[in-house]
């Protein structure tokens, strides 16, 4: 049996090791755009701070290609797809064919079509081109500017700060972090921001790159010219599904796949950012583009193409991330476009940079934002996870020490929502 796997990060990885553990003597073969062994992408803000090594980056150890008896083709990307021929063709025009294909592609930075973002400097905050490419232009930039007030772009604020630049964030919307937390929230980051020395920009955007050939400065939407060496765009992220343009592979914002994470076509799957799969909390189809999903999802795609039948319950939306020591977690729908049909409780201590929502419906928790205080953030998404009923536990959701301790009570009265396994563990962590 031949496996081709397209994409070295977590959703391929974790495919061509499954695949491996229930065939020893299939040929798996992964190809990847990137010329550089499997890393790990959430720890590129890390090294840019000096907190990790290249060597720390890495996803896997160095033999381990060899050692898994993986064929590995780097610097490769895949042009299209061809399923009639189960076989796919590279940028360099060579064709390879497979029994089984794993679609892993990840995703793109979403680069504004604005006047001037062709020049030498701006940059995407995704890969390791894109790191190479920051520390190339650093060395000579006293200053860099972020598009974009959302996880990324802040992480990328971050990391430039650390290197000695002078950064300066610009963002649409009123306030930062606007897609996964309130007002309050990003009230909170942007006095921790400016305290740091990192200027924000809100209700603004760029209207032209300036500079010959290279970034010299940004012009925004009021007229005012920001001096800049470097530019990085953290607005969002687009699947990439190109290669199955045209093909008999359903695609709408990311690639179709069923609970199997099999595709429209029965020998193609597709794992990670590049797929949609059900979201636990809203039931909709999305792509919710996080590292452990990505994993899990590769593994499932990659047992049940050697031959399993593992079935993917679903992902569930979840931002973790801590700017200059000050932490947030913003998990499942917290931001819903009706909020009248939903019970939304809140608690806001500015003085601390405390900040606590959730977001219930029928007495079921939907979502949650934690700022400062983020202790026993996995509680609340299994509450979302199992659906339960919390309405016994309503009063105290927002307080500090909310935990596995408050809801013992919940997991026995509603034990027929959680397996045996999952059961024990709930009522073993509410004990201790």
Request: proline share 4%; aromatic share 6%.
């Amino acid at each position: 049996m031949r496996y081709l796997v397209i994409g070295n990060s977590a959703a391929g990885i974790n495919g061509a090791e499954a695949v491996r553990a229930r065939d020893p003597d299939g040929a798996i073969t992964i190809v990847s755009s990137e010329d550089y062994p499997a890393y790990s992408r959430c720890l590129i803000p890390y090294f840019m701070e000096g907190k990790v090594s290249e060597d720390d980056m890495l996803y896997r150890p160095k033999d381990y290609y060899e050692a898994n008896r993986f064929e590995v083709l780097l610097g490769r990307t895949v042009v299209s797809v061809h399923p009639s021929e189960h076989a796919v063709t590279l940028d360099t025009g060579e064709k390879l064919s497979y029994d089984r294909l794993l679609i892993a592609t990840g995703g793109s930075p979403e680069i504004p079509d604005t006047p001037g973002m062709d020049k030498d400097g701006v940059f995407g905050f995704r890969t390791t081109v894109d790191l190479q490419g920051i520390l190339r232009v650093a060395k000579s930039a006293d200053g860099a500017v972020v598009l974009g007030g959302g996880c990324v772009g802040l992480m990328a604020a971050c990391g430039l700060h650390s290197m000695g630049l002078k950064v300066t964030v610009v963002i649409r919307s009123p306030h930062l972090l606007s897609q996964v937390a309130d007002a309050e929230a990003g009230e909170i980051f942007r006095r921790r921001f400016e305290e740091n020395g990192v200027s924000v920009i809100t209700q603004n955007d760029v209207t032209e790159v300036l500079g010959s050939g290279k970034v010299e400065a940004v012009r925004l939407e009021d007229g005012r010219e920001i001096p800049c060496g470097i530019i990085v765009v953290g607005k969002g992220v687009n699947p990439n599904i190109d290669l199955v343009k045209g093909t008999d592979v359903r695609t709408h914002w990311g690639i179709i796949v069923d609970e199997e994470l099999r595709t429209s076509v029965s020998d193609i799957y597709a794992a990670g950012d590049v797929a949609e799969t059900t979201d636990v909390v809203t039931g909709n189809q999305t792509v919710n583009a996080i590292w452990p999903a990505a994993a899990e999802q590769g593994r499932i795609a990659g047992a049940n193409m050697a031959g399993a039948h593992e079935r993917y319950s679903g992902s569930m939306r979840m931002n973790s991330a801590e700017f200059f020591g000050l932490p947030l977690i913003s998990t499942g729908l917290v931001k819903p476009r009706n909020p009248e049909d939903y019970e939304i409780l809140k608690r806001y201590v500015a003085e601390k940079n405390v900040f606590r929502k959730v977001v219930l419906r029928d007495n079921v928790l939907v979502g949650a934002v934690l700022v400062g205080e983020i202790e026993n953030a996995g509680v609340y998404a299994a509450l979302m996870r199992k659906k339960v009923d919390v309405s016994p536990v309503k009063d105290r959701l927002l307080e500090s020490g909310f935990g596995f301790g408050a809801i013992l009570g919940l997991v026995a009265d509603q034990k027929d929502k959680f397996v045996e396994p999952e059961y024990r563990e709930a009522v073993l962590c509410a004990s201790e």
